[in-house]
């Protein structure tokens, strides 16, 4: 029987998709360090099937400003991936690619812009490849966008897209070190609900 919403998904299902969050996120982290040249430390990621509502309290509250960089999957697998940024996590990135400091949101040009979306953009892919060898299946990405706002206008924008499936994500929170610096990233992985399905049986689960 396939998985009809979102709460039909059993502990065997979840078992897969933290499987698929702990790998998908070692090799963003690894995509991450390449990029910056610098040695990341990565603690064991928590991974859970969590609704938008308690993402956007995880993500400090509706009022709190994040960056988040949306990319829609496509081919086999269709749905949306999100990392959303904490300030500290944007500005250090900044701070090593640009050789710039930033203190705020604000003093953020296209230049800063376009660095986050290509960090988005390599780490969205680094996910997205471990997957697909993974399930062996094929699996794109759509240029991805960017925004800073608040946590409840970012997280409306999966919300509103599958609203009609159910309001829940794979929500994947990392904690970085680079350096001395501690830092926390999240990833959120919203596949179709038939998408889901050939997840599970690709991995020779019977849905």
Known sequence: MSIGSYEQINDVHLDVL?????????NATTALSMMLGKRIEMAPPIVRLTSIP???????????MVVGILCNLTGDIEGMMMFVLEQAFAHQIISQLLMREISNYDEMDDMDFSALREIGNIMAGSFSTAISALTNLNIGLDVPGISIDMAGAIMSVPAVAFGTIGDYALY????????????????????????????????GLEV
């Open 18 to 26: 933290r499987e698929i969050g702990n790998i998908g996120a070692g």
């Open 172 to 203: 994947i929170e990392e904690d970085i070190m680079e350096g001395e610096q501690y830092l926390k990233s999240r990833l959120l992985l919203i596949p179709t609900l038939e998408s889901l399905n050939k997840i599970m049986r690709s991995l």
């Open 54 to 64: 308690e993402i956007t309290n995880a993500l400090g509250g509706p009022e709190n």
